[in-house]
């Protein structure tokens, strides 16, 4: 087991080496730069911010500091705010977008493998359809439609509402709804193709002629084998929902670390790209680690020498 | 668990709240403080006065601080933290006599040497602030800026504790304008010296406004309060104002018709038209000194022809762009120099040149066809070109329309081609584009300060004009005094600039804002964000 | 009390052609993809879902030439008109017929759906298969390539290829930053699929009978992972086309007059504060119909396809 996770740790570290090299390499070779505004800066004033930010060295050198900074864990200060380092705002934005998900995916979690497990139990009569509907439905509304659409119908016409931003467990109601739509429609959807395949197994039938009740053989056996497969893809949901989406956060003014992302992009905020790819890098990895190793509790059948296969 | 346990039972109060309170009525009797609650759209990127850029951070630095001057209710500039100035007869010594009751929220009393000390440290090389330009009017300011000159050699000197001295280095009449501008706010030097990290944190954060800053809520919100040290106290009536941070436009509008805003600007496009032209009361159109415009290049093929530039530019319709599009009252362009700024006769400059923009719709096909000829072009070779602009739906709408227009009246198919804004900016710069889109908003009520964006090589004139009579013109009227001799160079710059086209003024903006109807004494000035230092709630 | 064994001579002729081939393993026969097509017509939900589509796909074709209008045409005097005659589904804030305009972005939508879907498709199942067939080395590599691929950030990725290909082309540039790194999942599949298969008795069965890697690959791993593979691209349709959509809300999408549901969306997003829903309802109700019709006719594929779900 030990030997197991050094190895993966080992691998994770390489593979989170070639995002950061790559990222940077591609972040210089995009065009526009940080400092660059619709005014009349002459180009000593520019010249100073470049050196400022350490810009004026060649590319290899910048790559260099960037690493050696990094392994103090330094994510450097942002070329946009010179109130926030790059450290700060991760602290700042990360807990916000986690809370966010996290009570996303509770709801998805709550409502998704019932709504999958009904539509199972009843496949091909409404109720399934129903179900699917619904859960279909959740994954077919662009989350820029349903926002504005949460706030247009909902927000502003149930008084209690805000219409948006953050402070109070109110403000987290409507983005975190728009947030689990889609976990919820897509862990409804595998639980149901789960649950179909186990219903057809041998032993349920074995279970069931052995005159277990109906709701005994689904919650006993069917439903705990059916959530396997929920729990190998949880850490890929996990991971997305915790960095955060940032149209739901736009949208909703929160003051997440998706939005950063993203505007940082725009913005050639150089190190704020780095800082927030790394970490969103090591959260992946992270969860699959997780899971990973989650999943040899679960299921005593997956041995770890064959690596997770 | 816990946070399940807690989402269901907030459901269910949520619920009972919503049985039992839809009768409305919230509203207890708080009347008792006085919060005017608005959007300032983007987190600003620092409240330090020598490191602002734009209007996320002017917009609150314009509440908390206080220059030299001031604008008054009216938007007049009058003497702020100075009681009073002289200017020398060589008309670039100004001395400023600082006011005796003047003191920094903290309670210090602010000095001449604070203005001295916080100007040469926005020009601070190390300081690396992108507004430094601001102070190059003063002499040595740039060399300083750039490594040529010492700090000593910035001619701004505090002769006592409430005289300052400030030489330039040619008259510039604007200059007393520009004392009140952002960039020029004054900082505490003990606060600063003592702890550099002092504008990060409310706790440190000392100003000289009318109001200080209270509360930030990074990416969330800024809540400024009532400053009981400002000398004028007595004339501010609110008790506060709350800027919230929310990037988006609908949403933020959402939020003003709810009832979470009592005034918002900027407005969604579409609210503008519609508000517009349902005569909302509660829409005001501000005035604003700038002028949106294309960029040609005319260092390319075929943009280097003039009858080109001519042709593209007579081919937009610019009212119906403003009628049908803009929809927010602005105004079809005339110039470069936009409407509302005073001449030396105290009359309205743009008034004075009258219409330099010829629109022909059908003279501007055979201008086309001459001029591509004379660069052995055809129509065809024209639709491989493209308009540059960046990502937003406004811009969008407009490129749109202009393509249409050159389309149908020039029978040319050009492309679209929209970028981030850094790229924009990036390729105008390396001159990696064919017609951009671009807009100049004025930094102070003088129309040098369009007419000066296009002298050779300057760091705004992206279309690479170049022409020695105009840089001379703009050289004549920045070196004298003599209000006749420097508005007739601007009026002859401004011609020939039009008569060359190397880029196409579209139309004048204009600055639309909502308040609700309790709002008063919301000020706007032409070149600045509203004010709200003499505003006030009345509900 | 030994038997007499009796070698007939033409038992040690070659065999002939006929014969040999008798016995080769060949795809499943079209009998089971009768039988799937056959279980799908069962699922009411599925056919509804392949029909929406199919109207879809023939009014992407037509429907841009129904009325008369043209989707760039613009005519300032009649902006943001309500659903009427003229204009069936009203027009834009430049004037333009949106019945002309919502087809012509239904066909360039599903345009970038399955040129998307297909690329995924091609790179998926090479790198996919590659992965699955090579030793475990090369085969840990590949995956974490992979991993690395997904972790880059996707929007720079997308700005450098509309960089490097122009804005001219931004059909090609969706297309491509639509599988950029649409792939992956896709290739996860197949690899994870073939590893299944390779240890599969009758793949052993038949490496044992000395048949070649690629020949096992081709006749009996493709096949059998055809169907998952089918389902993936199915459902890699409707998230290409979502995923444009999310982009040009953040204005990378297609360049107008262009248009595709998303910046239809994106565009009609300003109407609905006042009061010109139907700009936005009309691509809205479109996405959703589109994504909802792909995906019950992927899940009723996937029904159809596992004859463990038959009943």
């Known amino acids: 087991m030990a030997k197991y996770i050094i190895k993966r740790v080992a691998i994770s570290l390489v593979t989170i080496w070639a995002i950061i090299t790559i990222t940077f390499i591609l972040m210089h070779s995009v065009p526009g730069n940080p400092f660059r505004s619709e005014s009349k800066m002459p180009p000593g004033v520019y010249e100073n911010l470049l050196k400022k930010y350490g810009l004026d060295k060649p590319l290899p050198e910048q790559y260099t500091i960037y690493l050696k900074r990094l392994l103090k864990g330094d994510f450097g200060e942002s070329m946009k705010s010179r109130v926030e380092t ?171 670390l998706g939005m950063s992302f993203v505007s940082s992009i725009s913005n050639r905020d150089y190190t704020l790209i780095m800082g927030t790819t790394i970490f969103y890098a090591i959260i992946l990895i992270v969860m699959l680690l997780l899971v990973d190793i989650a999943y040899v509790f679960v299921d005593p059948r997956i041995k770890l020498t064959k690596e997770g296969r | 668990m816990k946070r399940k346990l807690a989402i269901i039972v907030s459901l269910i109060l949520a619920l009972a709240m919503l049985v039992s309170g839809c009768g409305g009525g919230k509203k207890s009797g708080d009347t008792a403080k006085k919060i005017l609650r608005t959007n300032n759209s983007s987190e600003p990127g620092s409240l330090d006065p020598a490191l602002a850029q734009g209007t996320h951070e002017s917009w609150i630095l314009d509440h908390i601080f206080e220059g030299l001057m001031k604008r008054d209710e009216n938007g007049k500039i009058v003497p702020g933290m100075a009681k009073e100035y002289k200017l020398a007869d060589d008309n670039v010594t100004y001395t400023f006599k600082l006011r005796d009751d003047i003191k920094w929220s903290n309670g210090d009393p602010v000095t001449a040497e604070d203005f001295e000390y916080s100007w040469k440290r926005a020009l601070d090389p190390e300081m690396a602030s992108t507004y430094a330009y601001q102070f190059f009017y003063i002499k040595n300011g740039e060399a300083y800026n750039s490594g040529k000159a010492s700090r000593d050699d910035v001619a701004v000197k505090a002769l006592d504790d409430k005289t300052l001295e400030v030489v330039l280095e040619q008259p510039a009449p604007y200059f007393l304008e520009l004392t009140a501008f952002y960039s020029l706010f004054p900082v505490n030097q003990k606060v600063v010296e003592a702890n550099p990290d002092w504008a990060k944190d409310p706790s ?154 010829k629109e022909d719709l059908v003279g501007a096909k055979k201008l086309l066809e001459e001029g591509l000829k004379e660069e052995g072009m055809t129509i065809a070779d024209m639709n491989k070109f493209s308009i540059l602009y960046n990502t937003s739906e406004g811009h969008k709408k407009i490129a749109q329309a202009i393509q249409e227009m050159w389309r149908n009246n020039l029978g040319i198919e050009v492309q679209l081609e929209n970028v981030e804004f850094q790229v924009k900016l990036d390729r105008e710069k390396a001159g990696d584009y064919f017609v951009s889109r671009a807009g100049w908003v004025g930094d102070y009520v003088d129309p040098m300060t369009f007419m000066d964006l296009f002298v050779t090589d300057g760091p705004y004139n992206d279309s690479g004009f170049s022409n020695a009579e105009y840089d001379k013109l703009i050289e004549t009227a920045k070196s004298t005094a003599d209000q006749k001799v420097r508005f007739e160079s601007m009026r002859a710059a401004e011609k020939i600039l039009m008569e060359n086209m190397p880029i196409a003024p579209i139309y004048h903006y204009t600055k639309p804002y909502a308040q609700k109807p309790y709002v008063t004494g919301v000020s706007k000035v032409v070149n600045r964000d509203p004010s709200f230092i003499y505003a006030d709630i009345n509900k | 009390m030994k038997e007499e064994m009796s070698y007939s001579e033409d038992l040690f002729m070659p065999v002939s052609k006929e014969e040999k081939n008798a016995e080769r393993i060949h795809r499943p026969s079209i009998k089971y993809w009768a039988d799937v097509w056959r279980r799908l017509k069962m699922n009411k939900l599925a056919m509804s879902g392949l029909i929406i589509i199919l109207l879809f796909i023939i009014m992407a074709i037509v429907g841009t030439k129904i009325n008369g209008f043209k989707y760039y045409e613009q005519d300032l005097n009649v902006i943001n008109q309500k659903p009427n005659l003229v204009h069936w589904f009203g027009t834009d804030e430049l004037g333009r017929d949106l019945f002309t305009r919502t087809w012509f972005g239904a066909r360039y939508s599903i345009l970038i759906g399955f040129m ?36 880059i950030p996707y929007l720079l990725v997308v700005i450098l290829l509309s960089v490097v290909f122009g804005q001219g082309d931004s059909l090609f540039v969706m297309i491509l930053a639509m599988s950029l790194t649409g792939w992956v999942p896709m290739a996860i599949l197949v690899r994870g699929q073939v590893l299944q298969l390779k240890e599969s008795e009758y793949a052993m069965a038949s490496e044992s009978l000395g048949a070649t890697k690629k020949w096992i690959l081709k006749k009996h791993i493709i096949p059998n992972t055809l169907g998952p593979i089918l389902v993936n691209i199915t459902l890699a349709v409707p998230t290409a086309i979502f995923a444009e959509a999310t982009l040009s809300f953040l204005g990378l999408g297609l360049q107008p007059p262009k248009s595709s549901l998303g910046t239809l969306a994106n565009d009609g997003l300003a109407g609905l504060a006042v009061g010109n829903g139907y700009q936005i309802l009309i691509p809205a109700v479109f996405i959703s119909l589109i994504m909802f019709s792909f995906n019950v006719l992927g899940d009723g594929l996937r029904d159809a396809l596992d004859p463990r779900l038959r009943k």
């Not at chain 1, 006993?220 to 989406?245: C, D, E, F, M, Y």
């Not at chain 2, 100003?207 to 400002?230: D, M, R």
């Not at chain 2, 919230?244 to 949403?251: F, G, K, R, V």
């Not at chain 3, 498709?121 to 590949?142: H, P, Q, T, W």
Request: charge should be positive.
């Open chain 1, 86 to 256: 790059v450290n700060d705002m991760i602290n700042r934005g990360f807990p916000v977008s986690a809370y966010l998900g996290l009570q996303a995916l509770i709801i998805a979690l709550c409502f998704g493998p019932a709504l999958g497990v009904i539509a199972a139990l009843n496949q091909n009569k409404w109720p399934d359809y129903l179900s699917m509907v619904i859960a279909i439905l959740g994954i077919s509304v662009p989350s820029f439609i349903m926002g504005t659409i949460f706030i247009q119908f909902l927000a502003r016409n149930i008084s209690w509402l805000p219409i948006a931003g953050w402070g109070t467990f109110a403000h987290t109601i409507l983005p975190s709804l728009a947030l689990a739509m889609m976990p919820l429609a897509y862990i409804a959807r595998l639980m149901r193709s789960s649950m179909l395949e186990i219903l057809g197994q041998d032993y349920i039938k074995t279970a069931k002629s052995k005159g277990i009740s109906k709701s005994a053989v689904v919650l006993k056996h069917a439903v705990r084998n059916a959530i396997l497969p929920i729990v190998s893809v949880l850490g890929t949901l996990v991971s997305n929902l915790l960095v955060g989406s940032f149209v739901v956060e736009k949208i909703f003014g929160i003051p997440g």
């Open chain 2, 204 to 357: 440190t954060y000392v100003s000289n406004g009318p109001f200080q800053l209270k509360t930030w809520e990074h990416k969330a919100k800024i809540i400024v309060e009532k400053n009981p040290n400002y000398y004028d106290a007595s004339k501010i009536k609110l008790d506060g104002i709350e800027f919230s941070i929310l990037e988006d436009e609908n949403t933020a509008w959402q939020k003003y018709q709810g009832g979470e805003y009592d005034f918002l600007s900027p407005l969604p496009q579409a609210v503008v038209a519609q508000l517009n032209a349902e005569k909302n009361k509660e829409l005001v159109i501000g005035s604003d000194l700038s002028t949106y415009y294309y960029n040609f290049n005319t260092k390319v093929k075929p943009f280097n022809n003039v009858k080109v530039r001519q042709a593209l530019s007579m081919a937009i319709d610019r009212k119906t762009i403003v009628d049908k599009i803009a929809q927010g009252g602005q105004k079809p362009a005339e110039g470069v120099v936009c409407f509302d700024i005073p001449d030396e006769n105290g009359k309205d400059f743009r008034d004075v040149s009258g219409n330099l923009i």
């Open chain 3, 116 to 151: 998307a879907a297909f690329l995924d498709f091609l790179i998926g199942v090479i790198y996919g298969g590659v992965a699955g067939m090579a030793n475990r080395r090369v085969d840990s590599l590949m995956m974490r390539i992979a991993e690395i691929i997904y972790s």
